[in-house]
């Protein structure tokens, strides 16, 4: 069992919790992920590490509330307990050589993209931030990201906060100036990674995108997170939990990554309406 030491609201569906788990606190770094049964009879979930703690054996880990799993974790408090937490997984994001990096995150994709950030302001890299949400009720970590960003660019989708667009619009603009970036590191939404690689695609700048998205397993033995890559003009098949997350956004299939991730919808909100119809009335 594994104790909940600090719980966070951060949006109306999106939570953050510290987690005492020692061993994976002293292990983890930055792009990994750990994987998570909510109690004995739960399913098991894969949840991108953002952040560590090893002096205090905390792991820190935010969730979207979108299927009946992480609805059930957020019914969770601190000072509870869950079932499992088992890690870290995947592959670190490369990091050595990069001096110049922008990082793209995109809704809660940026509660993965955060450490990352973090990790290259640590290294001593000019780290350009750019996060996106919807809207203004759904930012969340601008704070954190401002600490670790020599600039920082916050768009909504609908202009109710910072500047309105989408996260490709300040990306366009720095490149069309001659701004230049070793690295590309865009995480979010599938159909968000796939236009950032796009818009840096003309001026041949390397993209890393964060294939979290699409795991599920988190072992490679379901195969939902399968990938086409096209390498060397073949097209391979990876899995994100094992050989990645992290993958050349230049050799990503995104059309076929977007159309597996749409067959889960209407299990994960049935599944989402059915906890939440457990948990009324209850306090």
Avoid: W
Wanted: aromatic content about 8%; charged content about 25%.
């Amino acid at each position: 069992m594994y104790k909940i030491v600090r719980k966070r609201v951060l949006n109306p569906t999106v939570t953050q919790m510290e987690i005492a788990a020692p061993l994976v606190a002293r292990k983890a770094k930055p792009g990994q992920f750990i994987i998570l049964r909510a109690d004995s009879e739960g399913e098991r979930i894969p949840l991108t590490v953002a952040g560590t703690n090893p002096e205090e054996g905390t792991v820190k880990i935010i969730f979207q509330i979108v299927g009946g799993t992480t609805e059930l974790l957020n019914h969770k408090e601190e000072g509870g307990y869950i079932e499992d937490f088992v890690g870290p997984l995947g592959k670190p994001t490369h990091t050595d050589g990069i001096k110049k990096v922008c990082i793209v995150g995109g809704g809660v994709g940026c509660a993965i993209a955060m450490p990352v950030a973090q990790e290259f302001h640590r290294l001593g890299a000019d780290v350009t931030s750019i996060i996106g949400f919807r809207s203004k009720d759904l930012l969340i970590l601008e704070d954190e990201f401002k600490e670790c960003s020599n600039t920082l660019h916050v768009m909504t989708d609908d202009g109710s906060y910072a500047h309105q667009g989408n996260v490709t619009v300040p990306l366009k603009e720095m490149l069309e100036s001659g701004k230049e970036f070793d690295m590309v590191i865009t995480i979010g939404p599938l159909i968000m990674m796939k236009f950032v690689v796009a818009a840096a695609k003309p001026f041949n700048v390397p993209v890393t995108v964060s294939m979290n998205p699409i795991m599920i397993d988190g072992t490679g033995m379901c195969g939902c997170c399968r990938l086409t890559l096209t390498e060397d003009g073949q097209r391979v098949t990876k899995f994100a939990c094992v050989d990645g997350p992290d993958f050349n956004g230049y050799e990503v299939d995104f059309d076929e990554a977007m159309s597996r991730g749409r067959m889960y919808f209407d299990y994960e909100r049935h599944a989402h309406e059915e906890t939440c119809n457990l948990f009324k009335g209850v306090k």
